[in-house]
């Protein structure tokens, strides 16, 4: 995602400490866990830079996007693209109703890889990386129950 996503060192000084809070920021799996994370983050450093608000988005999408099985999330332009893991479990027919219940969404094969591609037009990165999070929200609905 073409958009700066760090801990600054003038934000946090110790390298173990940024260390620390990478490793923490990996571990976003929830809302909750980003929620707390921010907390932390306040409580010990104070107002919280974009580039780490940048950060702690990226790792929630990421977390979601393991949870849909995909496999790779890529921001271009203006345009996302989910990449599908190849054991993915979807329902057929709810993908589908899901693609058509988005008007720029499609369903691709591309390099052997099943993808689906969303155009914003005029969209910056941050936004197509909220839309992606929207995206994966509704894509779990789509996965078959075992």
Same mark, same amino acid.
């Given at each position: 995602?073409?958009?700066?996503?760090?801990?600054?060192?003038?934000?946090?000084?110790?390298?173990?400490?940024?260390?620390?809070?990478?490793?923490?920021?990996?571990?976003?799996?929830?809302?909750?866990?980003?929620?707390?994370?921010?907390?932390?983050?306040?409580?010990?450093?104070?107002?919280?830079?974009?580039?780490?608000?940048?950060?702690?988005?990226?790792?929630?999408?990421?977390? !979601?996007?393991?949870?849909?099985?995909?496999?790779?999330?890529?921001?271009?332009?203006?345009?996302? !693209?989910?990449?599908?893991?190849?054991?993915?479990?979807?329902?057929?027919?709810?993908?589908?109703?899901?693609?058509?219940?988005?008007?720029?969404?499609?369903?691709?094969?591309?390099?052997?890889?099943?993808?689906?591609?969303?155009?914003?037009?005029?969209?910056?990165?941050?936004?197509?990386?909220?839309?992606?999070?929207?995206?994966?929200?509704?894509?779990?609905?789509?996965?078959?129950? !075992?």
């Amino acid at each position: 995602v073409p958009i700066d996503a760090y801990i600054p060192k003038n934000y946090i000084p110790s390298e173990e400490w940024r260390l620390s809070m990478y490793k923490r920021i990996a571990t976003i799996a929830s809302v909750d866990d980003m929620m707390d994370v921010k907390d932390e983050l306040l409580d010990r450093f104070g107002d919280i830079p974009e580039v780490i608000i940048n950060l702690l988005n990226i790792a929630f999408v990421k977390s !979601k996007a393991e949870n849909c099985y995909i496999s790779k999330v890529q921001v271009v332009d203006e345009i996302f !693209k989910l990449t599908f893991a190849p054991e993915s479990p979807y329902d057929t027919d709810k993908l589908m109703e899901l693609l058509n219940s988005y008007k720029d969404l499609k369903l691709l094969n591309e390099d052997e890889e099943t993808k689906l591609r969303f155009r914003k037009k005029g969209a910056n990165s941050k936004q197509l990386l909220e839309e992606a999070g929207k995206l994966l929200d509704e894509l779990l609905n789509c996965l078959e129950v !075992k």
